[in-house]
């Protein structure tokens, strides 16, 4: 299918506090954001015209901006609100929503000092990440580039710059037939995928590696919500890449992934099992009920 340029497109899009038309959502060249990826954004989920756990992403947002020593300049609230105009105005009640800042033009220096906060969001529809194969299982293999040590990134950050690590990576797994690819964190244990977090069931536990090189994903929090809440045991902990030989079945969680069962990740086979697909159902159910039920589940 071909895809239609996110450029050309239909619509509305919310840009620095209105909705201006879709084609008309442009930034000039000499933006501070392109040249040195001072820029963060979110990705968000509608479910039947609810944004699943919107706050938290807004949240994540501005905390991701602060990080990069940036202010946006909208509050969580006004924010929210934008997010549901934009799916509103593009009539979805289902989608991808995204939710972007990035600093101006006002200098192109590697200094940002004196540059203007920029945000803009856009919505559109996008029904499943690994269209199919959320049960089957994906194929992945393990990327060359590692995620970096959290003293020489931000790496709680949902920052665009730490995404050419992860845009590499699935470059390479694409060009060699594999869906994802699997990182490693700086000194070789399993970090993520190239947008989802990954979690090993062995011997019936869940196991899932410890956040200090990657973003603590909210599906990854949910995911190991629901699972404490059906009795499951889950360890969050430093795994090493030969420990994946023990795994019965993998899988990884992302808001555009939602859960997805892996099959293979290089050498290593899984067979998609039980618990993936307990887990797979109760998130499925929850991205359905109203935020106050969410909230008191992820809360728990
Ligand atoms: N890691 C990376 C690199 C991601 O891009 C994402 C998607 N935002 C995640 C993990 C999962 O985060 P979340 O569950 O909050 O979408």
Redesign the pocket.
Same mark, same amino acid.
């Given at each position: 299918m071909a895809l239609i340029p996110f450029d050309d497109r239909d619509g509305w899009i919310w840009l620095d506090g209105q909705l201006v038309p879709w084609r008309d959502a442009r930034l000039h060249v000499l933006s501070h954001g392109l040249h040195y990826a001072s820029s963060v954004f979110e990705?968000e989920r509608a479910y039947r015209g609810n944004i699943f756990r919107l706050r938290d992403?807004t949240e994540?947002l501005l905390n991701s901006a602060r990080l990069l020593m940036f202010e946006i300049p909208y509050t969580a609230e006004q924010i929210d609100t934008a997010c549901r105009q934009v799916l509103e105005a593009n009539g979805l009640t289902d989608g991808y929503v995204r939710p972007v800042a990035w600093r101006g033009t006002e200098q192109l220096a590697v200094s940002p000092s004196g540059t203007t906060i920029h945000t803009a969001i856009a919505a559109w529809p996008w029904p499943s990440y690994f269209e199919g194969e959320r049960m089957a299982g994906i194929r992945m293999m393990e990327g060359t580039w590692r995620r970096p040590p959290p003293d020489t990134a931000p790496t709680q950050s949902?920052a665009s710059a $730490?995404?050419m690590i @992860?845009s590499l990576n699935k470059l390479q797994a694409e060009q060699a037939g594999y869906a994802d690819a699997l990182l490693l964190d700086w000194r070789g244990y399993v970090a993520? %995928?190239? @947008?989802?977090?990954i979690f090993l069931v062995i011997d019936g536990e869940l196991h899932t590696p410890s956040c200090e090189a990657? $973003?603590d @994903? $909210?599906?990854?929090k949910t995911v190991i919500s629901l699972a404490r809440r059906a009795q499951m045991k889950v360890v969050e902990r430093h795994i090493q890449p030969a420990e994946l030989a023990r795994a019965t079945e993998v899988f990884v969680? @992302?808001? %555009?992934a939602e859960v997805t069962a892996v099959r293979e990740i290089g050498d290593h086979c899984f067979t998609p099992g039980r618990i993936t697909e307990a887990l797979m159902q109760g998130y499925d159910d929850l991205v359905l009920c109203s935020p106050e039920a969410v909230d008191r589940v992820v809360a728990a």
């Open positions: 990705g992403h994540r949902k $730490l995404y @992860g993520e %995928a190239t @947008g989802a977090n990657f $973003l @994903g $909210l599906t990854r969680t @992302g808001t %555009a």
